[in-house]
């Protein structure tokens, strides 16, 4: 198993760096392929593919968090968080300094019910228009399984 970084340890840093708001982001795998979402086309960065994630809400845990967004996202329970694949910042729709950190997850077996995201798709790295930052996450868990 490799080490995992404590929540309390990713929270401490991300106060100090001046982060106004965390979210988390799980990468599924099923086989060579990774679960990717289609946000809605209306939505901030609508049409992009992106990992199932979310904001953590105030005083929530990012294990709690990271748990909860897969489920109200995708339907899937979260069985183990297997990696800390690292993070990246951007600015939220609503301006605030957002870093995003992200584990490689196993779910329990179970059908996808989407929530908030017009698609999915279970997609190699490429076959996807998604971030750089995306695309590096991946990678970083293809080496991980290699």
Do not use: C, N
Not at 52 to 67: F, N, Q, Y
Not at 99 to 104: E, G, L, M, S
Not at 117 to 143: F, I, N, T
């Amino acid at each position: 198993m490799t080490d995992l970084p404590t929540t309390d340890a990713l929270t401490a840093q991300d106060t100090a760096d001046g982060i106004q708001q965390q979210v988390v982001g799980a990468v599924i795998r099923d086989g060579a392929t990774a679960l990717l979402l289609q946000r809605p086309v209306d939505d901030f960065r609508g049409g992009t593919w992106e990992l199932p994630s979310g904001k953590v809400d105030p005083g929530e845990d990012l294990d709690e968090a990271l748990r909860r967004e897969v489920a109200e996202e995708t339907g899937l329970s979260v069985a183990s968080v297997s990696a800390y694949l690292g993070a990246f910042e951007y600015t939220s729709g609503s301006g605030k300094h957002t870093r995003q950190h992200t584990w490689a997850v196993s779910v329990e077996p179970g059908e996808i019910q989407l929530t908030e995201h017009d698609e999915y798709a279970w997609a190699l790295p490429g076959e996807k228009p998604v971030s750089d930052e995306v695309l590096k996450l991946l990678a970083r868990g293809d080496a991980r399984d290699g």
